[in-house]
């Protein structure tokens, strides 16, 4: 059966290995990097290191404000994704399960919207906020990055509503249980699956976000991580390895959480892949 | 139905109404009549087409859009690492599940951070070029970051690297949904590995590919400033040369304090984008059909 | 201090709200308790990101005043123009704020958020603070000198002994530095350069080329706004120099993808003959390389007035319209110029504060010493690019000098992509003219 052509197994699995060398080549330099002292860069950039210090990570959390950065960042995601979340499902419920006027039109005005790229909306929202006194607070900046992430979450939940059987709601609603109690008691539990893919991309994206962090969070007490990175860099330019010590301290959070709960995550992205 | 239970759609999609027209609604209001305006301030008085005439007057902005348009290179590339890969995982070879994880990492990383990495490995003296000259490569080992000519294709292969995990990510979940006795049919017909690809599983993923290609598209035109921003040290360059619109943007508003400016080419941006979205849902649709 | 310095570089990322501001500020306003009696004073000021011990100083200093209550506030870098244009139009702004040089502190000057010092501070303490001639505006100043910082080339004292060059008697003319740099180069190190892929080198590279051939800084504002022509070989010769630089093979070859600071450490490596630096670094560097760090201006290739002229960037406190005493914000403002504080301020953080009565015997360092005798207390200008418009820094002063070092354009291009900018700023800015060219007129007019 086999052809001259057939790719072997061999091949496919160098074409794989090559693959996941390429995916993780920075990764790997980043870390090994982060354990070389300055001299020992000076003279071997590309060698594992001959004796680890850990002295870089040492002063970064010692002289960097990295975890606070992180505060900044986490306080974002979670106010950001718990407010998107909430406000997604109660839209998503009323779009999936109830008839009303201007219904298909919300749901494709909503999904278009996740197409709009952020940086078309920062100029009247950065002049509403400084009027509003609102650039560098906490508030302003969650109010933004959950309306960012609002239509993936709506075009998810509203899909995922619709898988829910009918029959669920109606034998619900002849209990006498009102919308909410439906909602609350019956369509979420179900839902779990797509929250936590929701919750994933979502707590990714605002995670991961530079320009809306660098143009609404502008006090040094205010900064996120990923503002916090370029400051980083551009003050220990000259120190690569205390730099790369700082992006492994800056990767690890959402590193550990990828490893932990990989399958949530990758059904997460395979599932949420358009953010 | 009563009254109250005919008000209740409108309380439960209310908060979302409202929530889209702040972030969304207004701004793409404001941005419009913005552009007709010589903001100082939070507004200015009204100056026609002016703002349009001063951005398309500008060579920068169009070395900005051209820059944008050169990004649009990747995605062919992009296309093919994500094809191979995707489907090589999807025949489930061994330790598949364990080379998902690993070419899912790029996308797991936060762009800023992968950026500040790459910047030490492509620096003239830095590990990249070291390696080249190492493997007596050295005509290759260019100043990757600090040429005006070569700046812009090192952030495009940052780009590929990253944006290629969404692809794979998208197309494997197509080939894990395929309908595997279709495959199977075809391989007790005889029909080598090249041919069931090509024949048979390519077609089902037109839907797909398509679908990646104009996210792709918005993603180049609109969607790379940490890329830009980080790599370039804080404002893109040497010099000019990975300006690319959404730094335009940012620049006319934040270093020129010209929001006017920055809105007129916010518009332009929003209906190129508009356009490219429309192409989207049509895309998507047929994705869907599939 | 190498890292701590940094900051003072990002200040262009700063002004980003202040022109916004303009309009809209009274809206918001930052309440501020009982700031309007008599005696009871507040004071906002920044420094301690770029000068450790700044803070320590004034508190200390607020302590030791006996004339009046001062409540001080450390601003954030981001802030320190928004935070203070946005209580000035609200009408709350504090008594004494920190200003930087130049454009910075202009636009509050222009919407009238600052108070003419002239007034109010004895001329002579005013002089000695060295406020820079870009505070001069309308005929009046507007800040009083704070501490300084002297922007100079650097080099290498090691590397030139080596290359055969007297360490002592650092190239004063533009041949003489061609030479230098060629024997720099037969001795076997990258002769001069540093890194400019963040693109500050760019900009302290016209700080320190462009007045050779001015005889004014009014001068330099006319070229920023287009009124004169960087077409015009005079004034782009800086570039063609640096052009010719690069062709030579003077430069270090890695500069286009070192940045600034990686750059200066170079010199102070021995890797790299010269340089450009900022003072705040020397006690530092002198420090690692045993005095080996030597100072100069930049060789003279210029023909104007202000060729050869030590730079010294200053920044400084001004009054605000809304300080409800300004005597007594005023007396304040000399109580910090007065010998025992000046005394002080050296103490607690090792830098010069800016005056020049400054007894400078309690500095040990000799080059330290010596800068500020060359610098700090002969005649000065201070830096130029304070007076560029956000625009015309962003699309031209960065861009050229990337661009000539990358070694994609020539002088002469670099001469018309500024032109070009200037003349593009006042087609974006047409209600902006008008201030400049009031500016010019300050900084045209002899001290």
């Not at chain 1, 439906?182 to 979502?202: E, G, H, W």
């Not at chain 2, 495959?183 to 990646?212: Q, S, T």
């Not at chain 3, 004034?58 to 009046?68: I, L, M, P, R």
């Not at chain 3, 060359?374 to 000098?401: C, D, H």
Request: proline letters at 5%; a neutral charge; aromatic letters at 12%.
């Amino acid at each position: 059966m086999r052809t001259p052509l057939q790719p072997s197994n061999v091949a496919k699995q160098l074409v794989l290995l090559f693959a996941a060398f390429l995916a993780l080549v920075p990764t790997i330099y980043m870390v090994i990097t982060a354990l070389k002292s300055d001299e020992e860069y000076a003279i071997d950039k590309l060698g594992f290191p001959h004796s680890p210090v850990l002295e870089n990570f040492r002063s970064v959390l010692v002289d960097s404000p990295f975890l606070y950065w992180m505060l900044n960042s986490g306080i974002l995601v979670a106010g950001a994704v718990m407010l998107s979340t909430a406000i997604s499902v109660l839209g998503a419920y009323a779009i999936a399960t109830m008839q009303f006027r201007g219904r298909d039109t919300l749901l494709a005005v909503s999904t278009s919207l996740m197409a709009v790229p952020p940086v078309v909306m920062i100029v009247p929202l950065f002049v509403l906020y400084t009027r509003l006194n609102m650039v560098s607070t906490y508030s302003g900046a969650i109010l933004i990055y959950a309306g960012l992430i609002t239509p993936f979450s709506v075009y998810l939940l509203v899909t995922f509503f619709r898988t829910v059987p009918r029959e669920l709601y109606e034998a619900a609603h002849i209990d006498g249980a009102g919308q909410f109690t439906i909602l609350m008691k019956v369509v979420l539990p179900l839902s779990l699956p797509a929250l936590v893919t929701l919750i994933v991309v979502n707590s990714l994206y605002v995670w991961n976000d530079l320009l809306i962090a660098i143009i609404f969070m502008q006090d040094d007490a205010k900064r996120t991580l990923m503002a916090g990175i370029s400051v980083f860099s551009g003050r220990y330019n000259n120190q690569v390895p205390l730099t790369m010590a700082g992006m492994v301290i800056a990767s690890a959070p959402m590193f550990i959480l990828y490893v932990l709960f990989q399958k949530q995550f990758i059904r997460g992205l395979m599932s949420g892949a358009i953010k | 139905m009563t009254p109250s239970s005919r008000l209740t759609p409108y309380l439960y999609v209310l908060p979302l109404v409202a929530l889209l027209a702040f972030v969304f609604g207004y701004p793409l209001l404001r941005i419009f009549e913005f552009s007709f305006k010589m903001v100082r301030g939070i507004d200015g008085p009204w100056i026609g087409l002016r703002n349009y005439q001063l951005v398309l007057g500008q060579s920068l902005f169009w070395e900005s859009v051209l820059h944008n348009l050169q990004l649009l290179l990747a995605i062919p590339v992009m296309v093919a690492i994500s094809l191979i890969v995707s489907v090589l995982l999807s025949e489930r070879v061994a330790g598949w599940k364990l080379y998902r994880i690993i070419v899912f990492v790029p996308f797991v990383l936060a762009i800023p951070i992968v950026a500040v990495v790459m910047k030490r490995m492509f620096q003239f003296s830095g590990p990249v070029n070291e390696l080249l000259r190492w493997m007596s490569l050295d005509f290759m080992a260019l100043d990757w970051i600090g040429s005006s000519d070569v700046a812009l294709w090192t952030v495009m292969i940052l780009i590929i690297w990253r944006e290629s995990a969404l692809g794979i990510i998208l197309f494997l979940a197509r080939l894990l949904s395929l309908d595997e006795s279709v495959i199977e049919a075809a391989k007790i017909d005889g029909a080598n590995w090249w041919h069931r690809l090509w024949h048979i599983i390519l077609p089902e993923m037109r839907g797909v590919i398509e679908f990646y290609m104009v996210i792709s598209v918005i993603t180049m035109l609109a969607a790379v400033f940490s890329y830009i921003y980080i790599m370039g040290g804080g404002r893109g360059g040497p010099g000019t040369s990975t300006e690319v619109v959404e730094l335009y943007i940012f620049n006319a508003l934040i270093r020129s304090s010209l929001p006017g400016i920055a809105s007129a080419a916010s518009v332009m941006l929003f209906l190129v984008t508009g356009v490219l979205i429309f192409l989207l849902f049509r895309v998507r649709r047929r994705a869907e059909n599939f | 201090m190498t890292k701590s310095a940094y900051p003072m570089l990002t200040r262009r990322n700063l002004m980003l709200t202040s022109a916004m501001l303009a309009g809209g500020a009274a809206l918001g306003g930052l309440s501020k308790g009982a700031a309007a009696q008599v005696k009871d004073m507040d004071m906002w000021y920044w420094g301690e990101q770029e000068l450790p011990g700044l803070q320590k100083y004034v508190n200390d200093s607020v302590a030791k005043y006996k004339a009046a209550s001062v409540k001080p506030m450390l601003q954030d870098t981001a802030v320190v123009i928004s935070q203070f244009q946005t209580a000035a139009a609200a009408g709350n702004a504090p008594d004494v704020q920190y200003l930087w040089n130049g454009i910075y502190h202009m636009e509050s000057v222009w919407l009238d958020y600052l108070r003419g010092l002239k007034s109010l501070i004895k001329p002579d303490v005013l002089a000695a603070s060295n406020p820079t001639m870009l505070s001069h505006f309308g005929g009046d100043i507007y800040r009083t000198g704070w501490y300084p910082l002297p922007m100079f080339w650097c080099y290498n004292k090691t590397l030139f002994e080596k290359a055969g060059l007297d360490p002592e008697a650092p190239p004063k003319t533009w041949d003489e530095l061609l030479v230098a740099c060629d024997k720099l180069k037969s001795s076997g190190v990258e002769p001069l350069g540093g890194g400019i892929q963040d693109g500050y080198w760019s900009e302290w590279y016209i700080t320190h080329s462009l007045p050779q051939q001015l005889d004014s800084l009014g001068e330099a504002v006319e070229l920023f706004i287009g009124d004169k022509d960087f077409n015009d070989p005079k004034y782009h010769e800086h570039w063609v120099k640096l052009a010719e630089l690069k062709s030579k093979g003077f430069l270090n070859k890695d500069m286009s993808s070192l940045e600034l600071y990686p750059g200066i450490d170079l010199v102070v490596a021995g890797k790299l003959g010269i340089g450009q630096t900022i003072g705040t670094r020397l006690p530092v560097d002198s420090k690692a390389t045993g005095g080996k760090i030597g100072y100069m201006t930049m060789p003279v290739f210029g023909k104007g007035k202000l060729a050869a002229m030590p730079v010294v960037d200053v920044q400084g406190l001004g009054i605000s319209t809304n300080a409800e005493d300004p005597a007594a914000a005023a007396a304040f403002l000399e109580f910090l110029q007065s010998p025992e504080q000046l005394k002080a301020f050296w103490e607690a953080t090792n830098w010069l504060p800016s005056n020049t009565t400054f007894d400078s015997s309690v500095i040990q360092d000799a080059s330290v010493r010596g800068l500020w005798e060359n610098w700090g207390l002969k005649p000065n200008i201070s830096n130029v690019t304070n007076l560029m418009p956000g625009q015309f820094y962003e699309r031209a002063a960065i861009p050229t000098g990337q661009q000539i070092v990358a070694g994609s354009i020539t002088g002469e291009q670099a001469g018309e992509l500024a032109a070009k900018t200037a003349k593009e700023w006042k087609d974006f800015n047409p209600d902006m003219v008008e201030n400049y060219r009031k500016w010019v007129k300050d900084l045209s007019s002899p001290t």
